[in-house]
């Protein structure tokens, strides 16, 4: 009943019968993708904080600090998984009852799995249940991002004018770095204002809460775009419907494929970049988490300009020119950049601005990168599928891995889950001539 509420608040609201209704440009395509993203990637960025800072103690405090942040980072991993497992319910959904109720029901499952984990008991109280508890949450939340998928980016793409779709395919991307700034702010401000005892007590459940109202907002944004007739027009005149999961798996299976592996390289650098650094720093140093976490949203600001730019130059030198060059960037990057994490505040400090630059040039091109790829049938759900795939592959394990293999090798031998991704990457632009064509 809500779902069917929602979406028919926003038709009346954009079909005419409030304002006089208007026609959907561009632009206003764009705010919605931004804030939809934005608002995902908050979502995102407050469990990968908390799982660094607050899970280890709460929810594993039976074993030491390390090895509890391993096992939150298989927790942290638990969604990505999932993720397919969304995307199959709920193209379902979306076949049976349209798209607006999918999204509002996702988003919402999003929301609520979010704000469930702000009332989550910890081991103390509630013993292992505590983790089978936090696990159930992540898991709903992978299913709903799979959900939330409305196909927004790829319409953006499809429907760039002529030399700009390099520009159009980086305005999904900026949501991720403001989501990360005002995660990262917003734990800052926490840790800093409050006593560590109050903080894990009940301080770090205040942005899930956000998290919530947040997604709220960015309901009615992606509605006031997904259930008006200009979208739907445009959607059925690009066939962007969704098929079959298995039907889209068992025909475009190379397509998939191809393209989970050409964003690899973005995808690692992703965490790499992200999450695993606060974890090193939180566990292996004394610096306060602090003052990292503001460095992340001063980095994150550099990664905004490095996205911008990477339209810009896509446009100029093509998509695939700047996938390839940015992904041997990041092989380089791999070799020497995770033993600056060890080599002071300093070092820190050129880890991440160098590395969110790298990570914004390529990221900013791997939205959509094969949607034009996959037969106008299977368009929609292929690109949904691939999607999850490349995230879960370039970016579910990457914090685990990343801290594993650190452990175990030095700091030095993370890097080689991130020259894994960015090989993979240039080793599908490679071989795949046709998915190179239809990137340019």
């Known amino acids: 009943m809500t779902a069917i509420t929602a979406e028919q608040d926003a038709r009346q609201i954009n079909g005419g019968e409030i304002n006089g209704g208007h ?3 561009p632009g206003e395509i764009s705010v919605g993708v931004v804030i939809g993203r934005a608002s ?8 990968a904080i908390a799982s660094v800072l607050v899970f280890p103690k709460l929810i594993f405090p039976f074993v ?12 942290f991993a638990v969604a990505f998984v999932a993720r397919p497992v969304g995307t199959f319910i709920f193209t379902g959904i979306d076949r049976r009852y349209g798209r607006g109720a999918k999204l509002t029901i996702a988003l919402f499952l999003l929301g609520g799995a979010t704000a469930a984990i702000a009332f989550l008991p910890g081991h103390e109280r509630i013993g292992i249940w505590a983790a089978v508890l936090l696990t159930l949450f992540r898991a709903g939340q992978g299913v709903a991002l799979g959900g939330s998928w409305d196909g927004l980016a790829s319409l953006l793409a499809l429907n760039a004018p002529a030399g700009r779709r390099g520009w159009y395919a980086m305005l999904p991307q900026l949501g991720a770095p403001i ?11 926490l840790i800093y204002a409050l006593p560590a005892e109050d903080f894990l007590d009940w301080g770090w459940r205040y942005p899930f809460f956000v998290a919530f109202a947040i997604n709220v907002v960015a309901l009615f944004a992606r ?9 739907a027009h445009q959607f059925e005149g690009r066939a962007l419907q969704p098929a079959p999961v298995v039907e889209t798996l068992a025909t475009q299976w190379r397509v998939i494929a191809a393209g989970a592996f050409a ?8 965490h790499m970049v992200t999450v695993f650094p606060l974890s090193w720093v939180f566990l292996f ?47 380089a990057f791999s070799g020497f950049a995770p033993q600056l994490l060890g080599a002071g505040q300093g070092g820190e400090l050129a880890f991440m601005l160098t590395g969110f630059v790298l990570l914004g040039l390529s990221f900013g091109q791997s939205s959509g990168a094969i949607s034009s790829s996959f037969p106008i049938r299977y368009r929609y759900t292929g690109s949904a599928l691939t999607s999850d795939l490349a995230w879960m592959f370039g970016a579910g394990f990457a914090p685990l891995a990343a801290l594993l293999l650190s452990t175990k090798f030095g700091l030095i031998s993370s890097g080689a889950y991130l020259l894994s991704g960015a090989l993979g990457t240039l080793a599908a632009l490679w071989l795949n001539r046709n998915l190179a064509r239809t990137i340019e």
């Open 23 to 25: 026609p959907v440009e």
């Open 40 to 47: 995902e990637f908050f979502d995102f960025f407050v469990y």
């Open 64 to 75: 030491d600090p390390l090895t509890g942040t391993l096992f939150s980072f298989a927790v």
């Open 179 to 189: 989501g990360l700034i005002v995660a990262s702010l917003l734990f800052a401000f």
């Open 223 to 231: 509605l006031r775009i997904v259930v008006t007739p200009e979208y």
């Open 263 to 270: 964003p690899l390289a973005s995808f690692a650098m992703f």
């Open 285 to 331: 140093t004394t610096e306060s988490p602090v003052r990292f976490l503001l460095i992340e949203a001063l980095a994150a600001v550099f990664g905004i300009a490095a996205i911008i730019a990477s339209g810009l130059l896509a446009d100029r030198f093509g998509r695939r020119t700047v996938l390839g060059v940015s992904a041997a960037a990041i092989a």
